[in-house]
């Protein structure tokens, strides 16, 4: 029995109802399914090959500037999570706690790790005792848990996520600042050349700032729902887990002193802001940097030419591997071409060749871009060329399209009346702010939910008042609703 062409395509425009267009997408592009534990996901491989690929990418860049990766215990002990106040208040909603083993209750409850400041720190202080012991540059890949949030959303808001988070130490703290500067940048370049996703690069308020750190550096970006989502975070943690922990060491000056630390991370949320910011009506729109899948080549047959075509087909594959493209050939029977089509644009594939029986005879490949179905008939001696041209073009027109977005969506504004209309309108604002927390809390209430997603780098001077209580203003920040 022949397989039945089901239908496969979207039911709803992303620009009419871009919620169920999300929820859609993951699902018929084969991401996701759904588990039976509430606010978790299963990554099936369409996803889960595209994390590999955000995986390899980061971790060749940080190997290459001397950190290792490591992996520690999943539970920790209350005991530990409890040593540093702020932190734990900041993550005691979101535990989810162990209490028994079998019938046994535990003498002491372990946490589901939410992050792992704690459980490394612990180890940490045993291991450090002189300045030949730093920097030490760890990183683990793992998965967190943290149980609290109102409403799930496959990859930007789960219980269990998978990130990695890199700790370091370091003898001063010049040398933790440029640190945390270092792996920011690292993740801008990742997120902006990679992902082809523009952020904004600045820093958190005090109180947005990671629980426990002394600052928190992020890469902020902007959905087209109208919403920031922050893409990776850097934080100067000081010497606070230092002094909790009692992570000494002996500098060259004969003196004991405490260390400075850094941690940093980046989840797979990167991949939920990879389907929203580059989607579209058909489906999922891949970056060929990022791909699992960059090519998939699609044999046009009929009866009598059948094994010429796939014949043909097998050879541009063949030497398409050999040039280390990720490739893939669709020679599947009982479907037509054009639900094949229709079924590879859904899952985002960047470039399609298609080869008939009139491209074997003129000895040439039709090439057709996901991100505007443009066609190009190309000499099959030219391949090479052309299509290392094409899939540069499409990342570069992937990026310029949503670096012009979020341009536009970011609105200068000068009185408080403005500030709101920005918000309702779902752009984010940038306006003169004092940084108080008071001052913060209440332009949220005002707006529904607007928070400060950071204070930029790139600033120019701050002239004037704040844009909320009036007070003289300290710095430019961008203000939006956010995940």
């Not at 933790?176 to 993740?187: D, K």
């Not at 989840?267 to 802001?273: P, Y």
């Not at 009185?415 to 209309?421: G, H, I, L, R, Y």
Request: proline share 4%.
């Amino acid at each position: 029995m022949e397989p039945k062409e089901e239908q496969l395509g979207l039911t709803v425009k992303k620009s009419e109802d871009f919620n169920e267009w999300y929820n859609q997408v993951v699902i018929k592009a084969d991401m996701i399914d759904y588990s039976l534990v509430s606010g978790c996901i299963v990554f099936k491989p369409n996803s889960y090959s595209i994390w590999e690929n955000i995986q390899r990418i980061f971790d060749d860049k940080i190997k290459k500037s001397g950190h290792k990766n490591c992996y520690f215990p999943m539970f920790i002990p209350e005991s530990l999570l409890k040593k540093e106040a702020e932190h734990i208040e900041g993550f005691s909603p979101e535990v989810a706690w162990v209490t028994k083993a079998g019938d046994t209750e535990l003498t002491e409850k372990l946490a589901i790790r939410p992050t792992s400041e704690t459980i490394m720190y612990e180890s940490y202080a045993k291991w450090i005792r002189s300045w030949r012991d730093l920097p030490l540059l760890l990183n683990q890949w793992n998965s967190v848990v943290r149980w609290e949030f109102k409403h799930a959303k496959p990859f930007l808001r789960t219980r269990e996520f998978l990130w990695q988070e890199g700790h370091t130490v370091h003898a001063t703290k010049e040398d933790a600042e440029r640190e945390v500067m270092q792996q920011l940048f690292e993740y801008v370049d990742l997120i902006e050349n990679y992902m082809a996703i523009p952020v904004i690069a600045g820093k958190k308020t005090d109180k947005e700032k990671f629980a426990g750190a002394d600052y928190t550096t992020t890469v902020e970006a902007f959905m087209p729902d109208g919403k920031a989502l922050q893409m990776a975070t850097s934080h100067l943690l000081g010497q606070n887990f230092a002094k909790v922990f009692d992570i000494k060491f002996l500098d060259k000056d004969e003196k004991e002193k405490y260390a400075w630390q850094t941690s940093w991370g980046l989840s797979t949320r990167t991949i939920g802001a990879i389907v929203m910011a580059h989607g579209d009506d058909k489906g999922l729109v891949l970056p060929p940097k990022i791909a699992p899948t960059q090519i998939v080549v699609v044999p046009i047959v009929f009866k009598e030419n059948k094994d010429l075509i796939i014949a043909k087909c097998k050879e541009v594959v063949k030497k398409l591997k050999a040039k280390n493209y990720n490739v893939e050939l669709d020679d599947r029977d009982g479907y037509t071409p054009g639900w094949k089509f229709n079924e590879w644009e859904l899952k985002g594939i960047p470039l399609r060749i298609e080869i008939g029986p009139k491209d074997v005879e003129a000895d040439q490949l039709v090439l057709v871009r996901r991100d505007n179905n443009e066609k190009q008939i190309i000499k099959t001696k030219d391949w090479e060329k052309k299509i290392e041209q094409t899939l540069n073009d499409l990342q570069d027109s992937l990026f310029k399209k949503a670096k012009g977005y979020l341009t536009e969506s970011i609105v200068e504004v000068h009185n408080f009346n403005d500030f709101v209309n920005a918000i309702k309108n779902k752009r984010m604002a940038k306006a003169l702010f004092c940084g108080e927390g008071e001052c913060e809390d209440t332009t949220k209430d005002k707006t529904e939910g607007a928070v400060c997603r950071c204070i930029p780098f790139e600033q120019k001077p701050a002239k004037g008042n704040c844009i909320q209580c009036g007070s003289q203003a300290k710095f430019w920040a961008v203000f939006g609703k956010g995940y």
